[in-house]
């Protein structure tokens, strides 16, 4: 049945993002609760929660996978339809949250109200200000001690840049938090505990709150006025003629231009505040025909197209997750952007260039699947059959193909290496590995050329602790595992002119390349890998072997000269050379390219770079002092301290991942358990001459290149 525009218009594709313990899985669990999808309520610390299906999930308490579900909610009259993910909050599983928000419409930003915008918060919210998704924020966790909603809001508009539209405020807060004043319709909303928060009332604003709500709502209706001329001109002239619908449109219209974020609170734990979120959802985020078009590009031409939210466009969908469920197998996750798809239809895959038959369509409930007969324009399903799919592939129709823009997903910064227990298990190892790589793009696996050991690099400690975990419970392979290592990455600081010539004669046709190059760092301000420029005139390297040139040095970047770490960045002038009618070849040039590279890094003042982390610890005052001089000695740099609502004090600081290892016993051992830290990734910078001759001691590198 195809899917009509109105249809559409009651779509929402959203998801919760926030930091770890922010309390999306608890909110997400409400919202399935309420909206009749489960009968009973799950919870993450009793390891029930519906969207934390994975034994490790509800082991450890943490969101670790996306989960996605579909269920329905009943606003202003209408049947809303609501696909949801649950993203996990710890920076080590930042990958599935990236390519999460790249097939949402809207996102929910929850914040805990104590805490209120912390290192990961800021993570996510940049990540959906890259896929342009707008977005409204929910203040959680309102009945805990040191709850401070207004505190929360100035730290969204200050910490993250946003501009924070309250439409309620809370009727108190910590223990005495009774309910939430709604700033549109200015009532005053109570829940009743008895039905588990799923009935609530609407009654007069007490008298002491009064004037609090009547100030915020003023606020409101001024934010509401600058995105709306009409609605601005009665905001100057008479504000009490502004109705309900008005200020609704209103909002709508800021927070689909991402010009304001609406701001409700409540406590998901204690069932309060969850109804007027969803229903806050079905006003304010947008359909999927709220977005005008998706664009892509035409893989025969190169130009650029769109394809509009409509069933009647050709066929274009992203997959964005795979999986490996044990009684369907490999299942890819995608959303539909334009068209419809049927079960046991073909699709084309620009990447792969090959037709592929979906056997069988889901639309998903956490880790189960309901068996649809088709996944219409504008929604998220899951598909079975795929026998070649990675994550960020265009599934399209094969007579109109197009190529969607895919996902960037961060460098891996951390390696152990792995090996089976027993040498039986050598064959599960690798397919287990190989199962897991193609699901997690973060995660990559190798084969260290000089020990023959099997490594694998992932985001963090927590990261590979998991997937080692995985490994155990679903591929039933027991591992030995390594210390972790550093994944370093290596860098030039100097520019080279040199001259490269590849000759070899071995009877009959030679090879034979001759380049001129200045091979340095790149300009400020260049994105990219390789900024190759072709300065050779005259025809003195003929056009057919440029790109040739191009590809040896880009394939030569993934081994630097110090210990075969890659280089992450290098700008390469190609100035002039020569070339013989017979001998010289593409291979010839490439592989001259790769010569170039490593003679002219060897005198380009070659460095290592290590991956520098952002660490922030809250302590109570009295460690204070040995929190700082413990980050002192790992080489940290404090660059600031400021005291939480609690009276903790936080400690910002940008420390090496090198000596991060096993922190968080130390950090216990240190305040006798009592501070807690979250480390994100920062940036590569470069290591001291000093440490950089001890790593290339221990991992047998050209120390001598080290000046």
Not at 555 to 561: L, Q
Request: net charge negative.
């Amino acid at each position: 049945m195809a899917k009509s525009i109105e249809d559409l218009k009651l779509t929402r594709n959203i998801g919760i993002m926030a930091h770890i313990d922010a309390g999306k899985t608890t909110t997400s669990e409400r919202i399935l609760f309420y909206t009749g999808l489960t009968y009973k309520i799950g919870e993450t610390h009793d390891g029930t929660a519906t969207m934390d299906w994975m034994d490790q999930e509800q082991e450890r308490g943490i969101t670790i996978t996306s989960a996605a579900t579909t269920t329905s909610w009943k606003c202003d009259d209408k049947m809303f339809k609501i696909n949801l993910i649950d993203t996990p909050g710890h920076v080590d599983f930042t990958v599935e949250v990236e390519r999460s928000l790249r097939v949402l419409d809207g996102a929910i930003a929850a914040y805990d109200a104590v805490s209120g915008v912390e290192p990961q918060s800021e993570t996510v919210w940049r990540q959906a200000d890259k896929y342009d998704v707008p977005r409204m924020c929910y203040v959680n966790k309102m009945d805990r001690s040191g709850a401070d909603f207004f505190e929360v809001v100035r730290q969204i508009k200050e910490m993250l840049n946003g501009n924070p539209c309250p439409i309620q405020i809370p009727i108190g807060a910590e223990e005495n938090f009774k309910g939430i004043i709604d700033l549109i319709k200015m009532k005053a909303m109570y829940w009743h505990d008895e039905t588990m928060g799923a009935d609530y009332e609407l009654d007069q604003i007490p008298s002491e709150f009064l004037e609090e709500a009547q100030m915020w709502r003023e606020k409101m209706l001024e934010k509401a006025a600058e995105c709306d001329e009409a609605l601005m001109e009665k905001f100057f002239d008479d504000p009490s003629t502004i109705t309900e619908e008005e200020i609704v449109a209103a909002i709508r219209k800021g927070t689909l231009s991402m010009d304001i974020n609406p701001m409700l609170c409540g406590s998901s734990f204690k069932n309060k505040g969850v109804q007027p979120l969803l229903d806050a959802v079905c006003k304010f985020l947008p359909s999927p025909i709220d977005t005008p078009s998706i664009e892509g590009t035409d893989p025969r031409n190169g130009n650029t197209i769109a394809r509009h939210p409509s069933p009647d466009e050709p066929m274009a969908a992203l997959a964005f997750k795979i999986a490996t469920d044990p009684y369907v197998g490999r299942l890819c996750f995608f959303r539909v952007y334009s068209g419809e798809l049927a079960a046991g239809s073909y699709v084309y895959n620009t990447r792969s260039e090959k037709k592929e038959r979906i056997s069988r369509l889901f639309q998903m409930h956490s880790n189960k699947q309901n068996p649809k007969e088709m996944i219409g324009c504008g929604d998220i399903g899951a598909g079975v059959g795929f026998k070649d799919i990675r994550t960020g592939d265009t599934l399209c129709d094969e007579n109109h193909p197009i190529v969607l823009e895919s996902m960037d997903f961060p460098e891996p910064v951390i390696g152990i290496a792995v090996e089976p227990i027993t040498q039986k298990d050598v064959d599960k190892l690798a397919n287990g590995l190989a199962k897991l790589s193609e699901e997690d793009p973060t995660f990559r696996v190798h084969t260290d050329e000089d020990s023959g050991q099997t490594i694998i690099e992932g985001m963090g400690e927590l990261h590979l602790d998991v997937l080692i975990e995985r490994l155990k419970r679903e591929f039933k392979v027991e591992c030995n595992k390594g210390r972790p290592q550093v994944s370093y990455k290596e860098a030039i600081t100097q520019t080279v002119d040199l001259r490269e010539v590849y000759k070899k004669q071995t009877g009959g046709r030679g090879k034979f390349a001759d380049i001129i190059v200045k091979v340095g760092p790149t300009d400020a301000g260049f994105e990219g890998e390789l900024q190759f420029i072709d300065e050779v005139k005259g025809g003195n390297i003929p056009k057919e072997f440029i790109p040739s040139i191009q590809k040896g040095f880009l394939a030569a970047m993934k081994n630097g000269v110090l210990a075969g770490y890659a280089l992450d960045k290098l700008k390469v002038v190609l100035v002039d050379g020569s070339y013989h009618n017979v001998d010289s070849d593409q291979l010839s040039f490439e592989l001259c390219a790769k010569l170039a590279f490593r003679n002219a890094c060897e005198k380009a003042g070659p460095t290592l770079e290590e991956p520098i982390m952002k660490l922030e610890v809250v302590t109570p005052e009295e460690s204070m002092g040995d929190v700082i001089s413990d980050l002192n000695k790992r080489r940290g740099q404090v660059e600031g301290m400021e005291s939480s609502r609690s009276g903790a004090r936080i400690v910002k600081a940008k420390v090496p991942l090198a000596e991060m290892f096993g922190y968080v016993t130390s950090l216990r051992t240190i305040t006798s358990g009592r501070a807690t830290s979250a480390m994100t990734f920062s940036h590569y910078e470069e290591v001291s001459p000093s440490i950089a001759r001890q790593v290339l001691t221990e991992v047998k590198g050209r120390v001598d290149l080290i000046k």
